[in-house]
């Protein structure tokens, strides 16, 4: 039977400092499948948190302790191979790139020829978006956009979700249709989710625990 005790994100003893002086310092797990909810007034770190677990904490800063993703330590593991995923406030779509080149620029480098095609074609039928891979992103709706940028990132097929408020920018009604969205994926795919907000309805609908950095 397998152990999936070491399974998930683990921050153990995380500490970010600056100058000398700490910011945060968090011990907790998040099991897959789960939301972890981080909360806390503006300059309380929490992005900064964010950027920790992804690798791009700026050198102003000093990191200890460790972070784990299913028992393999990321501490020293470059960016690209970290298989974290992360969704903004903006979707942050390339420009340049039709929806389906988006998605595909996600995807695993040994998916190759048809099968990379064929692969875009599952995730878009998957969120109702049969037919959209040669669309210009100008052209979409901010639902819309909100679901390809999910898309880009599953397709890369992460072992962890960070969320950096991405449903700030969306109306009422999409947001509750993205998060519903976002946070079904995430359990559907067994994912560990940390998500940073400012909204306490977007902590209600994670349905997980909520932590508090005082800032």
Known sequence: MENTDNQGLFLDRLRVSLRGETLFEVSTRVPPGEVLTIMGPSGSGKSTLINA?????PPVFDLSGTITLDGQSLTGVPVERRRVGVLFQDPLLFPHFSVGENIAFGLPQHIRGSERRQAVERLLDAVDL??????DPFTLSGGQKARVALLRVLAAEPCALLLDEPFSKLDTALRHSVRDLVFGEARRRKLPVLMVTHDAQDAEAAGGPVLNLEG
Do not use: H, N, Q, V
């Open 53 to 57: 677990i992804i690798g791009l904490l």
């Open 130 to 135: 049969e037919g959209f891979a040669a669309r």
